[in-house]
């Protein structure tokens, strides 16, 4: 991976490869990310039940909102996402797709699967953490299940591009800006960590 990348940086250099193409939408790309995310959401669909409710649950000041780190601590939830993205980064790697281009492929079906993926992710986080959620609903913006929906969606979605070659830092600043309302709830950095704990799975 580490050479693949150094090569595409050389080929930048030499003018061989420019910025603006790297940037193009590739057909392939975008079908496997379509079909990923697909296969990813069924993964979590069905994979609910095996998160049990976290020990932090409770103990967590809910005006202040749930840290991303916390979610950690849910028994199989950081390993049921990460069942998710091996699947997604699988169907990259098969077509050796890597990159800016997988980043950018992620981008637009995250957005376009966001609601379906929010509602998926909502649930499991009610699960998780009954008492810190309770009587909150997925599809109040304002709410902190919501936020915490989305901040974990937007960690999945970052990891898989890690795990295409890109830069955990770059990954969080291409998935953002593809996700509705962006990612103000959170600090990058938040996004970052519980992404790499995701994409070590």
Do not use: C
């Not at 050796?96 to 998926?120: F, P, R, S």
């Amino acid at each position: 991976m580490q050479y693949i990348n150094e090569a595409k940086r050389w080929q930048k250099l030499a003018g061989i490869i420019t910025e603006a193409e790297e940037t193009q939408p590739d057909p392939v790309a975008e079908k496997d990310a379509q079909a990923g995310l697909k296969q990813a959401l069924s993964m979590l669909q069905s994979g609910e039940d095996s998160v049990k409710p976290s020990p932090q649950d409770g103990k967590v000041d809910e005006a202040a909102g749930l840290a991303l780190g916390l979610v950690v601590g849910a028994p199989g939830l950081v390993s049921l996402l990460g069942k998710g993205v091996n699947a997604i980064s699988g169907i990259f790697q098969k077509d050796k797709k890597q990159g800016t281009v997988v980043g950018n492929a992620l981008k637009k079906w995250g957005h376009q699967l966001e609601d379906a993926y929010l509602k998926v992710i909502g649930d499991i986080l009610l699960k998780a953490f009954p008492k810190t959620f309770t009587g909150q609903n997925i599809k109040d913006k304002n709410s902190n299940l919501y936020k915490t929906s989305h901040g974990v969606y937007a960690a999945m979605l970052a990891a898989a591009a890690i795990s295409s070659g890109i830069d955990a830092a770059k990954a969080h600043s291409i998935i953002a800006t593809g996700l509705e309302g962006g990612l103000s709830a959170f600090k990058s950095s938040e996004v970052v960590s519980l992404a790499q704990k995701i994409a070590a799975v």
